[in-house]
C-alpha cells in the first residue's frame, strides 16, 4: 500500500527551527514529484515547497528564504526544514504526492502533522 | 498567481438532495488543470477529481467535475451521509499551484 506519515510537529517559539519528516512506503520519494502542504487552524489549504524527480525545488514566497525541503533517497523520507519560523507559519503540514507531472493535483496525502509557533 | 473562489461557503442539504459546488478562477486555468477535494474532520484532503472531469479510481460515480476556463463545478448526484464534508478545488495549470477557500457541506 502507497503511504506517507508525517513527523516531527510541535510547540516551537518565534525565530527558531524545526525538521518534519515524512516516511514513504509503497514507493519511492526519488521517483515521485513530492510537496508540502500545509493548513492553518480553521483555515484552507496553502502549497509550501515541492521538489521534483529531478531533484530541483520550488517554494512559496511566504516560505523562500526559510524553508528547505529535501529528501533522503536511502531511506525514502522527504523532509521540510524550517527555520526562522513566525506565529503565521503554525498550521498543519501534509506532505503529499503529486500524482504525475510536475505541476498536477495530489493523489496521496499523510496525516498530517502540527506545528505551533508560539512563545 | 490564480485565485480561486468557492460557492457558496456554506451548502446546507438533506441526504438524498443534490449538491452543486461552484469553483471560480480568476484567470482561464490552462488545460481545464482543476482538481476537488473532500476533507473530513481532523483527516488530511482526498482525491476526488482532477482535469476537471476526471473521477479519481475509487470514488463513486455520484461525484462528477465539470466545467473549462474559469468556471467550475462539482457535482453530488444523490448524497449520502459520508458525503458532508468540506470540499477545496485545485488549479495546477500555472505555477503556484493554488486552491479554493473551501466549501462547507452540511446536513440540513
Known amino acids: 500500500e502507497e503511504q506517507l506519515v508525517e513527523s516531527g510537529g510541535g510547540l516551537i517559539q518565534p525565530g527558531g527551527s524545526q525538521r518534519l519528516s515524512c516516511a514513504a512506503s509503497g514507493f519511492t520519494v526519488s521517483g515521485k514529484h513530492m510537496s508540502w502542504v500545509r493548513q492553518a487552524p480553521g483555515k484552507g489549504l496553502e502549497w509550501v515547497s515541492a521538489i521534483y524527480s529531478d531533484g530541483s525545488t520550488d517554494y512559496a514566497d511566504s516560505v523562500k528564504g526559510r524553508f528547505t525541503i529535501s529528501r533522503d533517497t536511502s531511506k525514502n523520507i522527504l523532509f521540510l526544514q524550517m527555520n526562522s519560523l513566525r506565529a503565521e507559519d503554525t498550521a498543519v503540514y501534509y506532505c503529499a504526492r503529486i500524482q504525475y507531472l510536475r505541476n498536477d493535483a495530489f493523489d496521496i496525502w499523510g496525516q498530517g502533522t502540527l506545528v505551533t509557533v508560539s512563545s | 498567481e490564480i485565485v480561486l473562489t468557492q460557492s457558496p461557503g456554506t451548502l446546507s442539504l438533506s441526504p438524498g438532495e443534490r449538491a452543486t459546488l461552484s469553483c471560480g478562477a480568476s484567470?482561464?486555468?490552462?488545460?481545464?488543470?482543476l482538481a476537488w477535494y473532500q476533507q473530513k474532520p481532523g483527516q488530511a484532503p482526498r482525491r476526488l477529481i482532477f482535469?476537471?472531469?476526471i473521477r479519481a479510481p475509487g470514488i463513486p460515480d455520484r461525484f462528477s467535475g465539470g466545467g473549462s476556463g474559469t468556471d467550475f463545478t462539482l457535482t453530488i448526484s444523490r448524497l449520502e451521509p459520508e458525503d458532508f464534508a468540506v470540499y477545496y478545488c485545485q488549479q495546477y495549470g500555472s505555477s503556484p499551484t493554488t486552491f479554493g477557500q473551501g466549501t462547507r457541506l452540511e446536513i440540513k
Open positions: 482535469g476537471a472531469s
Open positions: 484567470q482561464s486555468v490552462s488545460n481545464n488543470y
